[in-house]
């Protein structure tokens, strides 16, 4: 796998990951999105770096440079020297360990980032498939938060993971 920017060969690819249904409670990828609505969400991650808010790319494959999936490090708490990653993999390219291979590709580029010493995920304890991603990228799961965020007009429980900066020795 390999991070890369989007281009407009990907809109097929959001549009897949548009159907899942949990996708779009979770981020600005509107269900079941149209061509113009994942050329805006395109438009929406380049936006990010722009900002400040972070890092948004496409997962492709090395090889074919296909479309797979989403990455991307939030950068709200970089002062605090830590940062939250995510991840989403397309419904026709999932059981294959993209996400897993897409996180650790964005962990490698999250230490180059000498600012950083922490990167947290938020997973919700049903989510399995998402839990062994974070697991195959290094990531600890350092316990739960209960009532952590609101989901699709619910509070949510969520597992907190996280990756230390291998130099810190923490």
Not at 42 to 47: G, L, V, Y
Not at 71 to 92: D, E, F, N, Q, S
Not at 120 to 147: C, D, F, K, T
């Amino acid at each position: 796998m390999r991070l890369r920017g989007f281009a407009e060969r990907d809109v097929d690819m959001l549009r897949d990951l548009a159907t899942d249904s949990y996708v779009p409670t979770i981020g600005s990828l509107p269900s079941h999105a149209d061509q113009e609505d994942a050329l805006s969400f395109m438009e929406r991650q380049a936006a990010r770096l722009d900002t400040g808010a972070g890092y948004s790319w496409c997962v492709a494959h090395r090889e074919t440079d296909a479309a797979l999936g989403t990455a991307g490090l939030h950068l709200a708490p970089t002062a605090a020297g830590r940062a939250t990653a995510g991840y989403a993999v397309a419904p026709r390219s999932r059981a294959r360990g993209v996400a897993g291979q897409a996180l650790t590709a964005l962990t490698r580029f999250a230490w180059s980032l000498p600012e950083l010493h922490r990167i947290e995920l938020y997973i919700e304890p049903w989510n399995v498939a998402s839990q062994r991603a974070a697991e195959h990228a290094g990531y600890e799961r350092e316990g739960l938060l209960r009532s952590h965020q609101e989901i699709n007009g619910q509070r949510v429980d969520m597992f907190l993971y996280a990756a230390i900066r291998p130099e810190s020795g923490a």
